[in-house]
């Protein structure tokens, strides 16, 4: 284990079986539909990848930038757009995929935001939720796991561009960031 890391809280067969059983709710859902799924950058990476490869059904896949974080542990509330995605949304079913939703304000604006490009439905699936730190009432489709308030990363997750690569997801010490 990372020496930064206070806990290990999920293991690499833990989001294996998060993400397969999420998989199968969309393979459900999605059948006939013609969707896209939308990946946020740069966090939802390993859940992204993992999670199409187990989604048998035809669609396309896009990347969306945007941060309400600056590098600390806390959201702004501001949210900026720092790449698009490189198709039209128009008349689609979308599929935001999140790595985890703390305020919800990047979620409650992405989803504004394609339902403006005149997408014909949006849904959330994020990986991990911390609904304790909601700020905005979003609604979310699709959740591998309920966390505490507490910090995380690996799995994609980072604090301050770290940790994206460890296999499994835990609690970073307190100590690494105050
Ligand atoms: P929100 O707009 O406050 O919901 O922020 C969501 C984004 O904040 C996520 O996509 C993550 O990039 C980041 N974030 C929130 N909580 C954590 C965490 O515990 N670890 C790593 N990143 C986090
Ligand atoms: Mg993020």
Redesign the pocket.
């Known amino acids: 284990m990372h020496n930064d890391i206070k806990r290990v809280l999920f293991s690499e067969k833990d989001i294996e079986n998060i993400v397969n059983s999420i998989a199968k709710q969309i393979e459900k859902d999605y059948n006939g539909k013609d969707f896209i799924m939308i990946g946020?950058l740069?966090?939802?990476v390993a859940f992204m990848v993992d999670l199409m490869k187990n989604i048998d059904l035809d669609f396309s896949i896009d990347f969306i930038v945007?941060?309400?974080?600056g590098s600390g542990?806390?959201?702004t509330?501001r949210?900026n757009l720092q790449k698009d995605v490189s198709q039209s949304v128009e008349g689609k079913d979308i599929l935001i995929v999140?790595?985890?939703?703390?305020?919800?304000?990047?979620?409650?604006?992405i989803t504004k935001y394609l339902e403006a490009k005149k997408a014909k439905s949006v849904r959330i699936c994020t990986l991990?939720d911390?609904p304790d730190?909601?700020?905005v009432d979003i609604s979310v489709n699709y959740t591998g796991a309920v966390?505490p308030d507490?910090?995380?990363?690996g799995y994609g997750?980072?604090?301050n561009e770290k940790y994206r690569n460890l296999p499994y997801v835990g609690i970073?010490k307190p100590s690494v960031y105050s």
């Open positions: 946020l740069k966090g939802s945007a941060s309400s974080y542990t806390q959201s509330g949210v999140e790595d985890i939703i703390d305020s919800g304000n990047t979620l409650d604006f991990f911390k730190r909601r700020q966390i507490e910090f995380i990363v997750l980072d604090y970073l």
